[in-house]
Every structure is written in C-alpha cells, then in structure tokens.
C-alpha cells in the first residue's frame, strides 16, 4: 500500500477535500461542508503548521490521505490545539445521585444531565473521515493515529489532556433521538440544521438557548435515554481505536447527539509511547522485510507512508528508494516508525 501518503493539507487539496466532505451523509461539525468555510479551514491549517509556537492560541493542524497514483483526497483527519479557551467548549455531564428516605423505606439512584464547560485547556482530535471506497483497506486506523506521531514530534504545540467528541446516533430519516427530545424543546429547530448554526457561532449561544440547570434524565424519551453514551455506528471502529489508545469515557456527552466524549493524557497513549525514533543509514531497490509499518518524517511539513523496513539495529533501518524519494528522505535523516 506505498501508494497512500498521509501529509499536511495543502490549499491545492480544496477541491478533493470539498467533494470528499460533500460524501460526508452524517455531517461534520468541525469542518462545515461549505466550499468557502473548508477553504478558511484549510487556510487557518497552513498557517498553523508555519506558525511559530512559544504559546497555544488557535492553531488547527489539517493532514490528509492521498492516493497518489490518482492524485486523489480520500481522507482526512485533524487536531485542534486548544480548545475551551477563547470559545467555551459546552458538552453535558450525566451525574447519579443516590436517594433515600428512611420514612418512606425509599433508596434509589436517578441520573441527571447538567451543561458544563469542564473541558479547558485541552487539545481535540477531529475532522476525522475516509472514502468509503478505501475503508477495507486498513487506512482509517492509520488516519487517526498519524495525529499521535504529529503530537509525538511536536508535544510543545499541544496541551496535556487530548480529547474526541465521537459522533451519537443518528435514527433512519438523519435526526438525533436525544436532540429531539432535550435540544429541540429549547432550540426549535431540526438536528442537522443546530449542528450548522450552533457550530459555525462558536458554541457561543449554547449557555444562552439549553437549560442551566440540571435534568433528570427520565424526563427525556426512553429513545433519547438509549443512545446517551453510544456512538453512530460508523463511529464505532473509532472508538475502538481511541480505546485501544488507551481513552476514556468519563459520562461527558455531545450535546447534540450524546455522542460520547473520550480523553487520554498525550504521554499516555499508546502510539506516542510504543512509535520508535530512528535514523535513516541505507536504501535498496529490495528489502528483505514484506511486513508493512508506518514511517513518518520528524518536520512540520509532516509526511508519513505505508513500507516494509530493514533494521539494522534498534535505531537504524534501511528504506526503499521509491519511499525516499516520495517522502523527500536522505541518508541520515531522522523518522518515526510505528
């Protein structure tokens, strides 16, 4: 598969990026599927990748999936540097509270939902999504972890709590069980069309529109109740690989869809602490090694390819020459190799 290079956006890519969000049926809040507002995103990434970072402000870090032989976008995936600082990230946190009334030999827990602006000061993994024509591939699962090598190069440009914010479940006609019966009775408008509002305002009314206090959660819908926590079942095989990283669900929900919100400290994923920092010495035509590992770069220009590796020792392997050239490597450069 070392005709797939995993890079850095370029503004070239708006068009692919464009027509590949557009396949997108489920949406992308993070990356609106406007021509004009993916073209700010990707503008916004440019800059952040040559940007100088003595403090975190609002960089946000775009790579793609590129099936070079078609020159073709099939994928992208991104991290936001900050998030909960200038712009308050609203999500809702389910609490159980325990009752008991001796009086009336009564003991039982309920469960309520309360908006929270908990998350501060963290980093967040988004705009993650592949061509469906590519997914048996393998390659979503590389997608999302090439974010974790980036980290791992360049852990000053991200805060120390990394989150996800997963996609909930969405019912046969496009619409959210749990917005329907919380969000709507507030904001009375469709799910679809609050996701595109509310997102590209910042979150900024949401303390102003959903409720301030806490809800007892059998309020809601036994619909709405059943999907708090879960995961759109194309989202599922992202969960397992956050989890596999080693993140954590801790009761915090989207507010629009209950999708669950995951969380790892940087130095404790799994990537990060497992990926091997090497140095080129050697390149062949042929390699005596058929297993296929990810090998990355160690610059800002972020590139990373698919290849089989020779090693001579723990730090020192030998590429093939059409890798070297297409990832731009010389003898004696620095690389990751998970």
Same mark, same amino acid.
């Given at each position: 598969?070392s005709n797939?290079?995993f890079r850095?956006v370029k503004?070239?890519?708006?068009d692919?990026v464009? &027509?590949? *969000?557009?396949s997108n049926s489920?949406?992308?809040s %993070?990356l609106l +599927?406007?021509?004009?507002?993916? !073209?700010r @995103? $990707?503008?916004? %990434?440019t800059s +952040? ?7 975190l402000?609002?960089?946000k870090?775009?790579?793609?999936l590129?099936e070079?032989?078609?020159r073709k976008i099939?994928?992208? %995936?991104?991290? &936001? ?5 200038e712009h ?5 946190k389910?609490?159980?509270e325990?009752?008991?009334n001796s009086?009336?030999?009564?003991a039982?827990?309920?469960e309520?939902?309360s908006?929270?602006n908990?998350?501060t000061?963290v980093?967040?993994l988004c %705009?993650l ?9 393998g390659l979503?699962s590389?997608? +999302?972890?090439?974010r974790?090598l980036?980290?791992r190069?360049?852990? &000053?440009?991200?805060f120390n709590?990394?989150?996800a914010?997963?996609r909930?479940?969405?019912? #046969?006609d496009g619409g959210s ?8 009775k ?6 679809n069309e #609050?996701i595109?509002?509310i997102s590209?305002?910042n979150?900024y009314?949401l303390?102003d529109i959903?409720?301030k ?5 059998n ?5 709405a109740?059943?999907v708090i ?5 194309n ?6 690989i956050? +989890? ?5 669900y801790?009761?915090?929900v989207?507010?629009f869809?209950?999708?669950? $919100?995951?969380e790892?400290q940087?130095?404790? *994923?799994k990537t990060i602490? /497992?990926?091997?920092e090497c140095y ?6 042929k390699l005596t090694t058929?297993k /296929? ?5 160690m610059r800002?220009d972020? !590139?990373?390819?698919l290849?089989?590796?020779d090693?001579?020792?723990?730090k020192e392997?030998?590429l093939p020459?059409k890798?070297?050239? #297409? ?6 450069? @620095? $690389?990751?190799?998970?």
């Amino acid at each position: 598969m070392s005709n797939f290079m995993f890079r850095t956006v370029k503004m070239d890519d708006l068009d692919d990026v464009f &027509e590949l *969000i557009k396949s997108n049926s489920g949406g992308m809040s %993070s990356l609106l +599927s406007s021509k004009g507002n993916i !073209k700010r @995103q $990707i503008k916004r %990434s440019t800059s +952040s990748f040559k940007k100088k970072t003595d403090f975190l402000e609002n960089e946000k870090y775009l790579f793609v999936l590129e099936e070079l032989d078609l020159r073709k976008i099939i994928g992208i %995936s991104g991290i &936001e540097a900050v998030v909960g600082c200038e712009h308050p990230f609203y999500v809702y946190k389910i609490d159980r509270e325990h009752v008991l009334n001796s009086q009336l030999n009564l003991a039982y827990d309920r469960e309520t939902i309360s908006l929270v602006n908990d998350y501060t000061n963290v980093s967040e993994l988004c %705009s993650l999504f592949l061509d469906r024509n590519y997914r048996k591939f393998g390659l979503g699962s590389y997608l +999302s972890r090439i974010r974790f090598l980036f980290i791992r190069i360049f852990p &000053e440009r991200f805060f120390n709590k990394v989150v996800a914010d997963l996609r909930g479940v969405i019912d #046969a006609d496009g619409g959210s069980p749990f917005w329907q019966s919380l969000g709507k009775k507030f904001f009375d408008i469709e799910y679809n069309e #609050a996701i595109q509002k509310i997102s590209s305002a910042n979150y900024y009314p949401l303390a102003d529109i959903l409720p301030k206090h806490p809800i007892y959660l059998n309020f809601l819908s036994k619909e709405a109740i059943n999907v708090i926590g879960k995961t759109h079942i194309n989202t599922k095989p992202v969960l397992d690989i956050l +989890s596999s990283e080693g993140f954590t669900y801790y009761n915090y929900v989207n507010v629009f869809d209950a999708g669950p $919100i995951v969380e790892c400290q940087k130095n404790k *994923i799994k990537t990060i602490k /497992k990926v091997k920092e090497c140095y080129v010495t050697g390149q062949k035509d042929k390699l005596t090694t058929d297993k /296929k590992k990810l090998v990355a770069n160690m610059r800002l220009d972020f !590139k990373a390819m698919l290849s089989n590796v020779d090693f001579i020792n723990n730090k020192e392997v030998i590429l093939p020459k059409k890798i070297l050239k #297409a990832m731009q490597l010389k003898i004696g450069d @620095q $690389i990751l190799i998970l």
